[in-house]
């Protein structure tokens, strides 16, 4: 129900954990950190927002023979994990890995890289043993 423009001034408040911003504040790298959320117009914005609404290939997924591992982060408010649940039970091969605490946010892979870093480096050995 929000102006898209409205929408993407408050993407960064809906991807990173309070303590991201906070410490992202004190430092230089606050500009790179909020890039992010004006990296299209507002017109690219609006159609990428409409397309995802009423487009389900859900069911599409169970045709994927391809091991996979699905990322989640318990605090993401754009893409709950419940999502990702229902992803990992569509796909045949998927593995599902929920990241948890307070760090485990949309970007996750920012704020947690350690974590997301080690789980996809020991889900490709895995493949290759």
Do not use: W
């Amino acid at each position: 129900a929000q102006p898209v423009e409205m929408r993407a001034k408050l993407l960064p408040y809906f991807m990173l954990s309070r303590t991201f911003i906070n410490e992202a504040s004190d430092s230089s790298s606050t500009q790179v950190m909020f890039r992010g959320s004006r990296a299209v117009d507002a017109p690219t914005l609006r159609r990428y927002l409409q397309i995802g609404i009423g487009h389900d290939l859900l069911a599409e997924l169970a045709h994927v023979p391809n091991p996979c591992l699905l990322i989640a982060g318990e605090h993401d408010l754009m893409t709950p994990p419940a999502y990702a649940q229902q992803v990992a039970q569509a796909m045949p091969n998927a593995r599902l890995l929920q990241l948890e605490g307070p760090r485990a946010t949309h970007l996750f892979h920012y704020e947690m890289a350690e974590q997301t870093n080690r789980a996809v480096v020991d889900f490709l050995q895995g493949l290759a043993r």
